[in-house]
Every structure is written in structure tokens, then in C-alpha cells.
């Protein structure tokens, strides 16, 4: 692709085709008169990361200048990567990452506890801390790019079912 086919979005400085309709990092529209999925009768205001839908205000808003609809708005969300399954067993962990990665997705494995010198995490319930918000601070979370979240949760719902 020559440099010039190339589109820095304004809100995020990501780089995007000059021809696509939005922003794939943060949900901004490049092009004016689109509608809302569930409003037609509205303009969306902006296009959701992880369903790549357009919602009016009624619809979505921005979360830490990113645009997701209602339904996704409470994902947690760390540098691009959407939380997608958390445990604090670390073979169920690396069994699941392994399972995206042969569906040809991209996850990451991440943990804000994670003991010097070795790649597995190590926890026992006793060591579970909450934040002040109820959440678990040391969980393992599997964390995917926003374009994978939804196909991501079909294959952990599937490997889960079929345990």
C-alpha cells in the first residue's frame, strides 16, 4: 500500500485506509449521514469497536475516547486489548489462549501480579485481591484485539461447553 492511501485518524492517530468509513481503534465516523443500527431515523454518532455497528447517543457513548455501543460498554479495555474470559487458573488460561491462537486470533495473556522468572502465573485463593471496585486484582485475563472480541467468545463459550 503506497503512503498515500493512508488516513491518520484524528481522535486516536491511528492509521486507517483512506476509504473506510470509521476508525477501527476508537469509533470515529469519517463519513457523514450514517445511520444508527437500532434508530434509523438518527445519525450515529459513532461506530462500536467490538461489533463494528453504528449507534446514535442513545445507543453508545464514549468510553476513555472510545466508542462503544450499549451492549459492550462495560468491557474492560487495556491498550486496543478487550478483556474477553478471566480466571485465576493459569492451565485454563493457557488452554483457551492456545484454543484462540488455532483460530487464527491474536490473544494475550495478562495479569498484574505475575511471579519473576517464569512465563505461568501462580495463585491460590488466599491470594486473591480485590480492588476497591469488587474485581479480582490478580486474575488472568485473556485479552484479544476489538475486531476479534465477539468471535473470541463464541470459541471460549464453545471450548467451555464442550469441557
Same mark, same amino acid.
Given at each position: 500500500m503506497e503512503k498515500n492511501d493512508l488516513y491518520i485518524c484524528d481522535k486516536c492517530n491511528n492509521e486507517v485506509n483512506e476509504d473506510d468509513e470509521f476508525c477501527t481503534e476508537c469509533g470515529s465516523l469519517f463519513e457523514e449521514n450514517i445511520q444508527c443500527e437500532n434508530h434509523k431515523e438518527n445519525l450515529a454518532k459513532g461506530v462500536c469497536i467490538i461489533c463494528s455497528m453504528?449507534?446514535?447517543?442513545?445507543?453508545?457513548?464514549? %468510553?476513555?475516547? +472510545? &466508542?462503544l455501543c450499549n451492549k459492550h460498554c462495560n468491557y474492560e479495555i487495556?491498550?486496543?486489548?478487550v478483556r474477553v474470559y478471566g480466571t485465576l487458573d493459569d492451565l485454563e488460561a493457557q488452554y483457551l489462549k492456545s484454543c484462540?491462537?488455532?483460530e487464527n486470533l491474536h490473544p494475550i495473556l495478562?495479569?498484574?501480579?505475575?511471579?519473576?522468572?517464569?512465563p505461568?502465573? %501462580?495463585?491460590? +485463593? &488466599?491470594?486473591?485481591?480485590?480492588?476497591?471496585?469488587?474485581?479480582i486484582v490478580n486474575e488472568i485475563k485473556i485479552m484479544v484485539p476489538s475486531q476479534e472480541v465477539i468471535k473470541s467468545e463464541q470459541i471460549i463459550n464453545l471450548v467451555k461447553k464442550n469441557k
Open positions: 453504528p449507534y446514535c447517543e442513545k445507543c453508545g457513548f464514549e %468510553v476513555n475516547n +472510545l &466508542f487495556y491498550q486496543n486489548m484462540l491462537e488455532k495478562f495479569c498484574k501480579i505475575q511471579p519473576k522468572g517464569g505461568r502465573f %501462580v495463585y491460590s +485463593l &488466599f491470594e486473591a485481591v480485590g480492588d476497591p471496585w469488587g474485581n
